[in-house]
């Protein structure tokens, strides 16, 4: 064994006291620990995620970024490199905020969280941790509609090239929602043939603000229903049971559509109209007006629909059920707009005891009563009809008007034959029908009737079967065509509610008609109300002035 010396081993203690240590090993980046799951991992081929309570380590590139508090909450990513399997979404929504870690659109990211199902939407929830590590590209898959299903696609960035019909707006001023669709506007299945309630549902697609806000401060464009889209590209989030586009680009509608300043004219000697008012009540805060200004509001647009229509005969709905105030004060506005005199209100015999009632309103100058009015006091009737046989002034053949407002089809009954039974016709169906009857019999012993009115019923449901089989004619079912033929858009479905139907003598004295789209095709933004209507919107003008488009009838009658 060798010995060292005392000078040696004190040499070795002095280097080993003085030497550099050795550089510890650099620690790992957050980018450096890897993911645990590819995205579609965490999509599934299914409905949910496979995966939902785990917590999951995904890596994407972002593709919308909703982090802000009032938009979403978080953002999307999407995997550049695609498993391959077509019923496995390659995105993924991570409810991040802005405080979890600023993401923007092209940023590679590595997200730490849990795989939720949230009321049907594949999120991360909570996100733990959001690395940024780079940069990426996605490039919008193309898609186009009717759908075959859009959970394999959840998440991801889609571009629809088509070019797609603006079929609802109703929730465009509170919610900032638009719904498009292919092919065209969606009809109502029940208001004609060929109609597909299954490939409706496929043909549409919701487009959303990106915002959770009601009645957000930027709105989305004011569009009218038949508004075309094309390009429209975003990322497919989802929520209230529907999904739903988040649009990440600008989208640039084209006027389709364009407002008709004045109806179609129709031809005759005579001209008739039908129009909802929706609601024209002079006590504030019952259904209509809540407040003076928007009582101003309102008449002042009902005013320039009528003036608008300038039709010699129109039958109204929805009048105040207040004698002839409500009625009284919507003639003394017209009047003071066309000049005294030029119209006059019937009185109604017999209105009932619903809030509203049905009127008439017609020019002096251009017709004359036959009679007094009369009504029909059958107990079927909520809102009893309103008839009046009238001549032209030079005298000729009479013609009788029959107003009416069928039952709604809303609150429903919780049985019996009047509940909703699943056949499209919605609730009171029955007793809409029972009405129809009655109406058959009225129109018996009057000259040349006309049935019209909202009548609750589309085109082709039972009540309006009904009045055909009876002997009338529905003139815009002659006279429109097809896809101008609707009055009233309920959910993004276009229907004819309000009708017109004469016997068969004065069906040869129908020399046209039309449908004057100054409402249905309108979103309800631009209407009189000011709760929930953003200033600056609002026109003294016909548009929206209700939410039932009129429809105008032109006659050719004999004179002496």
Known sequence: MRVLSRATIAALVVAALTATPAAAAAPATPCDTPPTHRIAQVQGSGDATPLAGQTVR??????????????????FLQDPKPDGDPKTSEGLFAFARDTVKDVRPGDRVIVTGRATEFNGWTELSPVTAVDVCGAGEIAPLPYA????????????????????????????????????????RLFQPTDRQGVDAELNRRRSLLVDDGSTRQNPGTLPPIVRTGDLAAGITGVLGYGFDTYRLQPTEPIAYHAANPR????????????????NTLNWFTTLGSRGANTEEEQRRQLAKLVAALKG???????????????????????????????????AALAHPYPGTDAIQVGLIYKPGRLKPVGEPQASQDPVFSRPPLIQTFRTTAGGQPFTMIVNHLKSKGSCPAGGPDADQGDGQGCWNATRVQQARALLGLVEDLPNPMVLGDLNAYGEEDPIDT?????????????????????????????????????????NRVTSATIWHINADEPRVLDYNTEFNPPGLYR?????????????????????
């Open 145 to 184: 509609l009717p759908s075959d299903g859009l959970e394999p696609v959840e998440n991801m960035l889609l571009t629809f090239p088509q070019p797609l019909t603006v079929t609802e707006h109703y929730n465009l001023g509170r919610f900032g929602e638009v719904t498009v669709s292919s092919h065209g």
């Open 467 to 507: 009045l055909e089989a009876g002997g009338l004619t529905s003139v815009t079912k002659r006279f429109v065509p097809a896809a101008q033929r609707y009055s009233y858009l309920f959910e993004g479905l276009a229907g004819e509610l309000d009708h017109a139907l004469v016997g068969s003598q004065l069906l």
């Open 540 to 560: 003294p003008d016909a548009y929206r002035s209700s939410d039932h488009d009129p429809v105008v009838i032109g006659l050719t009658l004999p004179g002496r």
């Open 309 to 343: 229509l300038d039709a010699d005969a129109v039958a109204l709905m929805e009048v105040e059920n207040n004698g002839q105030t409500a009625l009284g004060a919507l003639v003394d506005a017209v009047n003071a707009e066309v000049g005294a005199g030029t119209y």
């Open 58 to 75: 995904v890596e994407g590139v972002v593709t919308g970024d909703f982090q802000r508090g009032d938009q979403l909450s978080g953002f």
């Open 260 to 275: 008709p300043a004045r109806p179609f004219p129709v031809i005759g000697n005579v001209k008739v109209a039908s129009f």
